[in-house]
């Protein structure tokens, strides 16, 4: 009898503790019944094993800021926990990855043996939505790095590889997770996810919504948007959370699975399955919309069975004849239409939400389009599939006529909605910021701050991979660093960008702007730089020094300092002559085979402002920002004076006498102020920021 008790003990050990029980935790717009396949499969390889979900965790949840979606997931999750001392196995897919490092990282002493997670956005996303178009993906950083903006799900875990630091100043999820910013609770999460006995990391060249889809496997882009593999990532290589550590005791495990769609992944081990509910959701007029004389909106359904063309719902014109061609001049309207219409078409979104769980991001979107009326975009349903809000009631009535319902649906007015954005992302031209000697991009945060207000949706750049080690190299190599971004931004906007360079930063913009030969800018604002060179300048220096400065300066070692590259002794004009390989050949005052080069393409400058003052108490003297320099007797000669001026050496003269050179002389500003000081940029840089 006793050997039959111990038979049947062994037994349920053996039941019971055989497979560790396994927990689903579903992605964004998902519900527990995501992971009914992986149920199904488990028990069927795995008899026995238990499985839960996170069935507390319903669709709606899924749009609320990260940390709260981890609020719902983790009574439930430790529930689970506590009834299973020996462990857990976790599998987590696409946001619930994340939701599961919240959830791993604030659980002391959670049990997880094996976190498996599935297309998740680890190092976090830029893009990925189906047809999302460029100026849209470039700006939603406005939106995102806020307060408000962190009360969305998706700016959670947004990461803009050329805002990295507005990402680490407002992301309160990811940031922290990753110890990309400071937090007081990284120990305490380093410490929680190193409790982890194995990580399991899928991803997929072909996922189609995690952008870059090396996210899944932490990886990411840099700053010029060239994807870099886990291990070149500075939370890897610092180990800021973990990771190296995991990886270095052969605790992570990667798989890189082709031919796996985003939706795929937890659906159909043969990758036919594709449930209805993904299609998208196209907010649309009720017809007839104008006869019954109520402006109301309707929703596409699951049982319409309408499916979005690949090319997304903003295409070439020519995708048209898919659908059935439109007139080019079908819509007529005015600024005031959209104003009036606007209002109404929001507070339809919102009686939706309790329908159709349309996600927050929509709405903020809307807010964001609502205060200019130049855009109306609006995210729909899932990220991967979007839809476009319609507000012209007369659409169906008036333009589609012999064309049937579902083409209607299928049909929007894709050139007006071109023009639209095109109306938003140009209403003003972009503006680059280049900061000067031992700046960052920080620098110019309040003329961002000021030209965001003053002229909304304007864009705004900075060279963010010029950073302050870099301003101390020979200026020909900085211009090397900042050259590929600032190409990428004209390219980006072939209507032309605004530069606004401050300091030394001037310096490198004409040196930018000497060397691109195609450039397109508008205006270029140089904020007290020295641009005829500058001789003395630092406080406190002592006049032996300044004098004698040039045996260093003037020779193949001292023009490998920044500061040799614009020094311009009045008392030593020929060795300057001979060794100075940056201002010299630039302003055409030595000998270079460039100097056609480099005055054609200063000549494409539309309009050029300097901007110096006479208690700058740095750039001495301080009429170099405004190309004087001194004479030979130390006394200053202004810019008319000077014989690159006289001689049109490399198209100064040609500038100013076809009046596209202005000069602002202001009082009172100290070097430091000009880019502090928010009377200075109101009143003087903004009315050239057209």
Not at 214 to 228: A, K, R, W
Not at 456 to 485: C, H, M, S
Request: charge should be positive; aromatic fraction near 12%; proline fraction near 6%.
């Amino acid at each position: 009898m006793g050997k039959t008790r111990m038979l049947w003990f062994l037994f349920f050990v053996g039941f019971c503790a055989a497979y560790k029980p396994v927990v689903f935790i579903h992605g964004f717009n998902g519900t527990p019944e995501d992971g009914n396949l992986i149920k199904d499969i488990i028990q069927k390889m795995h008899p026995g094993t238990l499985y839960y979900t996170a069935n507390a965790f319903n669709r709606t949840d899924t749009v609320k800021p990260l940390w709260e979606e981890v609020a719902i997931v983790k009574p439930q999750l430790v529930k689970y926990m506590e009834a299973h001392p020996d462990g857990i196995h976790l599998i987590c897919y696409s946001q619930g990855g994340l939701v599961c490092r919240g959830l791993l990282s604030t659980i002391p002493d959670h049990n997880v043996d094996t976190l498996i997670a599935v297309s998740s956005p680890m190092a976090g996303i830029y893009g990925g939505f189906k047809g999302l178009p460029e100026c849209i993906r470039r700006n939603l950083y406005r939106l995102l790095y806020s307060k408000m903006g962190q009360r969305n799900f998706l700016g959670n875990y947004w990461k803009d590889p050329h805002h990295l630091e507005l990402y680490e100043k407002f992301s309160d999820f990811l940031a922290p997770l990753n110890n990309d910013s400071i937090s007081p609770h990284i120990t305490e999460f380093k410490h929680n996810f190193l409790r982890i006995k194995r990580m399991v990391l899928i991803g997929g060249p072909n996922d189609g919504l995690i952008r870059p889809w090396q996210s899944s496997l932490f990886g990411f882009y840099d700053e010029n948007e060239i994807v870099q593999d886990m291990k070149k990532q500075q939370y890897f290589i610092k180990d800021s959370f973990g990771l190296r550590t995991m990886y270095e005791q052969n605790r992570l495990f990667m798989y890189n699975i082709k031919g796996i769609v985003h939706k795929q992944w937890v659906r159909n081990p043969d990758m036919v399955c594709l449930r209805l509910h993904w299609a998208p959701r196209v907010m649309l007029p009720n017809t007839p919309p104008v006869s019954s004389g109520k402006k109301s909106f309707r929703w596409l359904k699951q049982a319409d069975k309408i499916w979005i063309p690949d090319c997304g719902m903003i295409c070439s014109l020519n995708e048209q004849k898919k659908v059935g061609k439109l007139k080019q001049d079908m819509f007529k309207f005015s600024e005031m239409d959209l104003e009036k219409a606007l209002p109404e078409l929001y507070a339809s979104l919102r009686s939706s939400l309790s329908l159709l769980s349309v996600a927050t991001s929509d709405l903020s979107l809307l807010s964001v389009a609502s205060n200019n009326p130049s855009i109306l975009l609006t995210i729909i349903n899932h990220p991967i599939d979007y839809g476009l809000s319609r507000f012209f009631f007369d659409y169906d009535k008036e333009h589609t006529a012999g064309v049937t319902g579902q083409q209607r649906m299928l049909t929007p007015p894709r050139h007006l909605i071109r023009y639209l954005l095109r109306g938003f992302c140009a209403a003003y031209k972009p503006v680059v910021f280049i900061h000067g000697f031992n700046g960052t991009s920080e620098d110019g945060d309040l003329i961002k701050d000021i030209i965001q207000k003053m002229h909304p949706g304007t864009l705004y750049y900075t060279a963010n991979a010029f950073n302050r080690t870099d301003t101390v190299k020979p200026l020909w190599e900085e211009v090397a660093i900042v050259k590929p971004q600032l190409v990428k931004y004209m390219k980006a906007h072939p209507d032309g960008i605004n530069l606004i360079c401050y300091s030394q930063g001037g310096l490198v913009c004409r040196g930018l702007l000497s060397t691109i030969p195609d450039h397109n800018v508008d205006t270029l604002i140089a904020v007290s730089s020295p641009m005829a060179g500058m001789y003395g300048g630092f406080k406190g220096l002592p006049g032996f020094v300044k004098r004698n400065a040039y045996r260093l300066l003037y020779s193949k070692m001292g023009q490998r300092i920044f500061l040799g590259n614009y020094w311009k002794d009045p008392h030593h004009l020929d060795l300057y002559e001979k060794f100075s390989d940056f201002l010299a050949p630039l302003n055409n005052e030595s000998i270079s085979p460039h100097i056609t080069e480099f005055k054609r393409n200063f000549l494409r400058i539309k309009r050029m402002v300097l901007i110096g003052g006479p208690d700058d108490g740095l750039i001495c003297p301080w009429q170099s920002s405004l190309f004087g320099f001194y004479d030979e007797n130390e006394i200053v000669q202004d810019m008319k004076k000077q014989r690159y001026f006289i001689e049109d050496s490399f198209g100064l003269r040609t500038m100013s006498e076809q009046k596209r050179l202005f000069w602002f002389t202001i009082k009172g500003i100290v070097h430091k102020q000009w880019v502090r000081n928010p009377d200075v940029i109101k009143s003087v840089f903004m009315k050239w920021l057209n």
